[in-house]
């Protein structure tokens, strides 16, 4: 009889450990439930992400020395070393999305003896957001400058690179360049 009741004492604990475990896996299953549905909601953001991925960068390939400028205001970068997304055409970048961008203008400026400096100038439809001025003089062989604009655009206006006036005159090549990325969509 005292062997059957230590085997029945043994079987109440066996089972109270089952029910322990069993209780203990289900909390289990739900905790890897949560975060599998945290990780799934990760990846999701992640592609979105990747799907509003937006950037440009232009120049003037295959123009080995100077560019005129004439009384063109808009510059149409030929080149596209980058563009995806392909919102950028024509001189035009448009704003895919609603959101923060970021825009930068470089420019080289030949040997000149005008004595002007040329102004280019990075616009929002016609508002301009920021310029620079490429110095050069008879006795300068190069100048560069280069100017930065960081913008809340909606979607569907338009970012272009304008010369402002000055010497019309801008190196060509990889030396005058304009680029724009999104930072964060709205």
Same mark, same amino acid.
């Given at each position: ?20 475990? =069993? /209780? ?6 739900? +905790?890897?439930? %949560? @975060?599998?549905?945290? &990780? $799934? =909601? /990760? ?6 992400? +990747?799907?509003? %991925? @937006?950037?440009?960068? &232009? $120049? ?127």
């Amino acid at each position: 009889i005292d062997t059957i009741a230590h085997h029945k004492g043994s079987l109440n604990f066996l089972h109270l450990e089952l029910n322990t475990l =069993q /209780q203990t896996s289900s909390g289990l299953q739900q +905790n890897l439930s %949560a @975060v599998q549905t945290v &990780v $799934d =909601q /990760q990846q999701h953001a992640s592609n979105d992400a +990747n799907e509003t %991925a @937006v950037g440009f960068l &232009v $120049d003037f390939e295959g123009y080995a020395g100077n560019v005129q400028l004439y009384n063109y205001p808009l510059l149409q970068f030929p080149n596209a070393v980058s563009n995806e997304g392909q919102h950028y055409h024509l001189g035009y970048f448009t704003a895919p999305y609603a959101g923060l961008y970021v825009f930068n203008l470089h420019a080289m400026g030949p040997q000149s003896q005008y004595q002007q400096p040329t102004q280019l100038g990075i616009f929002v439809g016609n508002h301009k957001v920021a310029r620079l001025e490429v110095h050069t003089t008879s006795d300068d062989y190069y100048d560069s400058a280069s100017c930065t604009a960081v913008v809340h655009l909606n979607q569907g206006e338009h970012v272009s690179a304008k010369f402002l006036g000055g010497t019309q005159l801008i190196w060509g090549s990889k030396r005058t360049a304009f680029s724009g990325a999104l930072i964060n969509a709205d």
